[in-house]
């Protein structure tokens, strides 16, 4: 009887639980929706907290020596969640209607967007490009603590992997000079852009339907006290009222210039960027795509700590020139290939290419100069300076704290090859 008892217990418990299997299994997708909707609506508010734990992770105590590894851990995480929410945010722009509710986009947002959208190897490959710049630092770390030939095998296969997506991005976009980075960049808020447009909408509304004796005391109003006012307004004796002072010539032409529409912004979207057709822009921009894994691979050959020490000192091959030089040679030669190429087969030169162009060519200037935070370069000069700003910071009220971050930066930069990577 007993037994009779618990099996039928048994049993209620098991159709109860096989019953509660669809619902359970139903609860992550609803979490999911519930979490993308939340990230959509409270888009600006995201992007603040993504922004405050993002710096947090670079000024916490001990960030590059005692806890490197779960500090960057951190701090990639945080990198790869903003990437998901812009993912959502890209899905609910497109979704938006092209009508006066949807902004403008940048050059860059167009065309990202129009590549991303068409070719799905184009998203693949970015999203996989920026995924391993998001996270390159942390399997670095990783592989460190393997050893010397572990970490530089590492870095090199990344180093590859990120070259290899870039041809395929090169080839996709029809041979034209990649983008960074390589999926549109976060904007707006898809939530506050149709609130944006009724809020404009009632406005105007208002605006018609107002009486114009209603909007006299707006227009017309008493002189005021101060003498400014006098001379920047005009007094009619009959009615004690001044007309109000017109806007600087300024303002009205910052507003007018903000509604012209300039030649990139009436262009189709792929021809933002104009196609390399020579052998010597095709040859330019290969090169810029393989100088990592050749400053790579110059690393790896050259960097051999040595297992003697040497009056207390490890002695390593950091010091050596080749490897800077064969980095900084190989990415001098690339750019100015690629200006020559601009200036030969580009019509009007350098003053003809549009303004996506223009800031990728100021954003690869800019790169360069983490030249002197690299390889022999920094071991030799930019070492010894920083050294010397942070003694004489170091044992100052408020600025020992900045001392104090200077120096985990040193650290990282000391250890790491990806911490000063810009591609």
């Not at 049993?11 to 109860?16: A, H, K, M, P, T």
């Not at 995201?46 to 020596?65: C, D, H, K, N, W």
């Not at 030669?333 to 580009?346: M, P, Q, S, W, Y």
């Amino acid at each position: 009887m007993a037994i009779s008892h618990i099996s039928g217990a048994m049993v209620g418990i098991y159709r109860n639980a096989q019953s509660r299997i669809p619902e359970t299994i139903s609860l992550p997708p609803k979490l999911l929706y519930m979490y993308e909707d939340f990230v959509i609506n409270n888009a600006s508010s995201v992007s603040q907290i993504e922004s405050a734990l993002r710096s947090l992770t670079y000024i916490i105590p001990g960030r590059f020596q005692e806890a490197e590894l779960a500090s960057e851990t951190l701090h990639t995480s945080i990198q790869l969640l903003s990437l998901y929410h812009d993912s959502l945010l890209f899905r609910a722009f497109s979704a938006l209607t092209h009508s006066a509710s949807r902004p403008l986009p940048t050059p860059h947002s167009r065309y990202t967007r129009f590549f991303a959208t068409r070719s799905p190897i184009y998203k693949r490959c970015a999203l996989i490009l920026q995924t391993i710049q998001y996270t390159e630092l942390l399997w670095e770390m990783i592989a460190k603590r393997r050893g010397e030939k572990v970490r530089w095998r590492v870095v090199i296969l990344l180093e590859v992997i990120k070259a290899v997506c870039r041809f395929v991005i090169l080839r996709i976009c029809g041979c034209r000079v990649g983008v960074s980075p390589p999926l549109p960049e976060r904007e707006v808020d898809p939530r506050t852009m149709g609130e944006q447009q009724v809020e404009l909408k009632s406005e105007e509304e208002e605006k018609a339907g107002r009486n114009i004796l209603d909007d006299a005391p707006l227009l017309f109003d008493r002189p005021s006290s101060s003498p400014g006012s006098w001379s920047r307004s005009w007094h009619m004796p009959r009615t004690g009222l001044t007309f109000p002072s017109l806007p600087s010539a300024q303002h009205v032409t910052d507003y007018l210039l903000a509604k012209v529409l300039t030649a990139d912004d009436i262009k189709p979207a792929r021809r933002l960027l104009h196609r390399v057709t020579s052998n010597q822009g095709t040859i330019a921009e290969s090169m810029y795509i393989l100088r990592p894994v050749v400053y790579a691979l110059a690393m790896a050959k050259w960097f051999s700590p040595s297992p003697i020490p040497k009056n207390g000192i490890r002695v390593s091959e950091k010091t050596n020139w080749a490897p800077w030089l064969i980095g900084i040679g190989w990415e001098i030669a690339a750019r100015k290939l690629a200006t020559r190429d601009i200036e030969i087969n580009n019509a009007g030169g350098l003053r003809g290419i549009s303004a996506l162009e223009r800031d990728e060519l100021n954003r690869r200037g800019r790169a360069m100069g983490w030249w002197f935070m690299r390889g022999a370069f920094y071991e030799n000069v930019t070492k010894g300076w920083i050294d010397g700003v942070s003694n004489k910071l170091r044992g100052k009220a408020l600025l020992d704290m900045a001392a104090a971050v200077i120096d985990e930066y040193v650290y990282l930069w000391d250890e790491y090859h990806f911490s000063t990577a810009t591609m």
